[in-house]
């Protein structure tokens, strides 16, 4: 079955600075990738998503570029902010024919320091 | 904006007690999704439900569990005899129409502790 994985657990930068978390995944037929950010004690809130006919695709501070021949994805995130940190986890999911379920990776912890 | 909620946010109960958690999930979605997460673990899938049955479960998801939507609004899930395991926060999802069917929308979560 699918299999995601996600680098770094942990990630920790200056505000202001630029942050970029890797997930890689197993299954070529994959066709959807979501971002999800998790704040303490709250379920995942979708923050971006990619589908596999597209490349990168952009929301204001928040990027994310998916490459299909290599099987990996990331979620980039510019000019941080205290209020980014939180968990974030990407997730890959094959086509929608399908049951839709949702495989995560094992979430990044992002701190920005002030 | 729609929203999907759970009901209770926070559930204790006994090993080997029966727990029903309660989902929304946003109007004129037409699927359904539960997801659990062990406490600093990823988030699993569990069960996907579509067109009042199960559309696929997950290992995880043995006959202890059952999934129901009982009436045009809710969608339940159900642990008949509760294991200490079982402790985690359960997340409901749904997706479906006018939005892209593979986006999914996660409620708040209900936390199951068992004792």
């Known amino acids: 079955g699918e299999n995601v994985e996600q680098h770094p657990s942990t990630l920790s930068v200056q505000e202001g600075d630029s942050a970029v978390i890797k997930c890689t995944y197993s299954?070529?037929?994959?066709?959807?990738f979501p971002w999800y950010k998790q704040e303490l004690g709250k379920g995942p809130q979708l923050i971006i998503d990619i589908r596999s006919n597209v490349g990168e695709k952009k929301d204001q501070r928040i990027a994310v570029t998916l490459n299909k021949t290599a099987k990996h994805f990331s979620l980039h995130i510019t000019e941080t902010q205290p209020e980014d940190s939180a968990v974030y986890f990407c997730?890959?999911?094959?086509?929608?024919?399908?049951?839709?379920?949702?495989?995560f990776g094992q979430g990044t912890t992002l701190q920005v320091k002030p | 904006e729609p929203e999907v909620t759970q009901t209770p946010s926070h559930q204790v109960t006994q090993m080997g007690q029966e727990v029903i958690l309660r989902c929304v999930p946003i109007?004129?979605?037409?699927?359904f999704y539960w997801y659990r997460q062990i406490l600093g673990q990823k988030v699993e899938f569990l069960v996907s439900?579509?067109?009042?049955?199960?559309?696929?479960k997950s290992e995880i998801f043995d006959d202890q569990f059952s999934v129901e939507r009982p009436d045009g609004s809710n969608f339940t899930l159900k642990i008949r005899s509760t294991k200490l395991e079982d402790s985690a926060m359960y997340f409901c999802?749904?997706?479906?129409?006018?939005?892209?069917?593979?986006?999914?929308?996660f409620g708040p979560g209900t936390r199951l502790t068992v004792l």
């Open positions: 299954d070529s037929a994959s066709n959807y």
């Open positions: 109007s004129n979605h037409l699927y």
């Open positions: 999802a749904s997706s479906g129409p006018p939005l892209y069917t593979d986006t999914q929308y």
């Open positions: 439900f579509y067109n009042n049955e199960i559309s696929e």
């Open positions: 997730a890959a999911s094959l086509p929608s024919g399908n049951t839709g379920k949702l495989i």
